[in-house]
């Protein structure tokens, strides 16, 4: 999977097409994209069921001038995929990244990872801001030059405040949102209020070990490999369409304390590739899975 | 971890000791193994808590004219290691390999690269016997120079009467049993007529996907690896003590079918390191853990 | 990467386009699929540079009757691909599997662990033959049905005799061969008149420890990783393109006949991997690369 | 391998023994630790070969009050181990962490991997400095509350005035050197002059790739794996013992650029298990290997 350099992003469009398979999608996308003058880049498509599956796309297209081009392109995109096939589609200038917030807690080792990334030019986004309920992080996220907001959690079940100071924050600063070891639970009306896909790492390979201290739980079992699991956070807690895992391998002897360690490195691995590839497009929800091409 | 190969195992004796961890273990076995004339080839130890944990320590030595002389090692183990520091021992002469049978069904790959591996000298057991439910394998275990015997599995939840069958052919004649994909739930009365560890193949990486048809919930959830689980079987279904694990990656365009293939790889690598593990006396079971040396 | 089960094969045509790149290609052979009653199933393209690089594509495409209608298909392949784009293109009908030839030598991990995936339907091939310069292998690749010629090789550089008895055996009846752990070198004349892809499993991770006794090489050098890497055969030794390449940790303590112990179970996985690939007309070589979709 | 927490370390001392392998080793340092009121924590051994090879050993013992116990524990060594044995041996206060000093280039991604881990508390060391010939990192090395020097190279092969300018700072200060992605060759003299180990990171699979731009020759090659090796530096470049290697999945699509990317990520891992073994004394050279407990 190649991250496009930014400067090589200018002109470039990204777009999505899914819904009912049917013959004819790809040929109908390739000819709007050429009598668009444009010229293919990138191209996968993939449908779960050739008989009456659903069929998913993304396209990478070079094309001359293309924000002066972009209406009429949505015009024929309008017309004749949407129309015509009636399938749903969504088409992206690649040259303006995506707004990405991090909201964090104590542990830094991902939040700080994004950053570094992000300032290396790994990471295709502009960070709006940081946000922790932790106060220790600020110098740090102040020296990449991201604004950073301290909004402590309040104990309780009750997070409606705090939510609240974060949605105030947040509302119209973000494209998506990247909970980096928050390990707050987010409520179903705050989802609901920000509106845009979050993306939380989990430190276990789900679907074992759900919920509060998997590593605990990982050594009490006696498992020989830990993971982590990056996915969209939905209202059911870990439950959510997955993006990226992995594991890594650990033995009798280590600690809990341990595997935490070990953890934090595959953590930061594995939420990472799950921003790039969120950031590059890539990830195509459908109901509780994900394509990612 | 080294495979010793068997022709050098001659007059190699291993001694596992574990129990309540105190000062001056090692400084006494090595003493013993000194005094009767042994030289440590392999030295393994760990205490799971240095302050009133539990110690476990593998050493295997060589000692010529080992059979002659193990007579007065174990009374010497006896005495001191029994006697005054009141810690289990076992000793075992590597040159006589463990006698180990399969249980196996339909699926025959995990049957095939064990009864490979051990023509090839990569797994220094002795085969006693493969029982299988199902008649397919007969030839290709018959080719390996290993007795086969077709034991149907009666349907219904009482296997009393085919797990008779299996006890009737096992007693006496093995010292672990290896589940080959076996697919067949076995009673805890079964185990206990049976009475040598036995070894389970599981498709997925446990705790997660316990029970039936673990790669069709895989797929279900849209997990990004999948994996597989060698464990020592208990009364309680894929709960047992973990002794090797691993996963391999799959993409969200693999069928349940292609995941079933892929496994498949990552079952007679997993299979194959625990009972090669076994063999070697390099797992000690404490609780629901292993030590792996 | 998925393989598509031998039932599902039928009416399906595996399409493989590649030559210079410029606008206008995907939607040039999208379109021809669509007016021949294909439907697309996969879809893989990629152009090494947007600017006047070389551009490569695979189509997988369903037409009821496709027999009927190939030729069809190749004039009008022939007509639009080959003459407007000046492309190259080779179209397969996957329903009739490649004929596979094994050569191999005394040691049999690669050679009956193809078998076996073959025997499982793993392998979208037919097999042909298998020709060693050992006899060892006779009874069990016999055991799969599979006719088995043994040839010695010579000694001595001159292995023109042999070669020439090998031709003989292969000539008109493969359209692939696999070196299974064969280790003999084959002369470029030999490989000019067999005149098919020959593909090689070597047991290192290329390019290092090219050439003989690569496990003793990695010993003496003290790496903490063995590997394997499958490619094709031309006239250099073990310099060909790569099709995949694997790696496995190892330890201070294994043995050189430890590392290839380890090292064989690599050896297979990427050796399948491999004729899988090529089997399914995913590899597209392009000079000393392989494109591998 | 587990890092024992910084606290947990008051009165462990690591000892570690090499030389002639013969019987007896083991109980005679054990005997001595238990006459000397010590208790073992972790043992390590190893023998290159059973019959007149090389013997490794490394043993962390407890022994209240360690500090005031060491000179009659290094005397009792002297007597014996030295002695009667005639091995090596060296013991360290587990206590007192290493001196580590970082060279650094332009390129940070090893550099502040480092500082961060040692921030959290995972590397068992004190950074004494870090020497740049870049300037760049000042900023985020001040931030670590770590002392920058900024050394310019002298263009050309003559290092020999940088050289001494970072011989003077370092001369004292330090008890090994880490190279992380420094990309100036040292010179024989520079590494006698410092007197202690250096450690460097290699970004590539070695021996593949040895000398400048391995990942512009991997994408020469068309690898579908890149690695990176961590190893002790000696006068013959890229020669020197390995102490890690890892690698990583790379696709035809990826191009150079994109493999140094995705290379950060190896290289920093495998530098930071290398100097974490290294700081817990777990690493001993033989010859031009490591012995890793």
Not at 35 to 40: E, S
Not at 122 to 134: A, E
Not at 213 to 222: I, T, V, W
Request: glycine share 8%; with cysteine; charged share 20%.
């Amino acid at each position: 999977m190649t991250v496009v350099p930014d400067s090589s992003l200018t002109d470039h469009a990204c777009l999505i097409v899914h819904g009912a398979d049917r013959p004819g999608i790809v040929a109908a996308v390739s000819a709007l994209i050429t009598r668009n003058q444009g010229n293919i880049v990138a191209f996968d498509q993939y449908s779960d069921d050739p008989v009456g599956g659903a069929y998913f796309q993304r396209v990478v297209f070079h094309r001359a001038g293309l924000s002066a081009a972009l209406g009429a392109i949505e015009a024929d995109l309008e017309r004749t995929i949407g129309g015509e096939f009636g399938l749903e589609w969504t088409i992206t200038d690649q040259a303006s990244p995506k707004r990405m917030a991090i909201l964090a807690s104590k542990q830094d080792h991902c939040l700080l990872d994004l950053l570094w990334r992000h300032r290396r030019g790994d990471l295709p986004v502009s960070i709006s801001m940081v946000i922790s309920n932790h106060p220790n992080a600020a110098d740090d996220v102040h020296s990449f030059g991201v604004p950073f907001f301290h909004v402590p959690s309040v104990p309780g079940p009750d997070k409606s405040e705090s939510e609240a100071k974060i949605v105030e924050l947040l509302r119209g600063n973000v494209d998506f949102i990247v909970l980096a070891r928050y390990m707050q639970i987010l409520s179903p009306s705050f989802l609901e209020q920000v509106g845009v896909p979050v993306i939380n790492i989990h430190h276990s390979f789900l679907p074992a070990f759900i919920g509060a201290e998997p590593y605990k739980k990982a050594k009490e079992r006696g498992v020989k490999l830990i993971g982590a699991t990056s996915h969209y956070v939905t209202s059911e807690l870990d439950e959510g369409p997955i993006i990226e895992q992995d594991t890594v391998r650990v033995a009798h002897g280590d600690t809990a304390s341990e595997l935490a360690r070990r953890g934090a490195d595959v953590e930061r691995q594995v939420l990472s590739r799950a921003v790039l590839w969120h950031a590059q497009d890539r990830v195509i929800r459908h109901g509780n899975h994900t394509i990612v091409f």
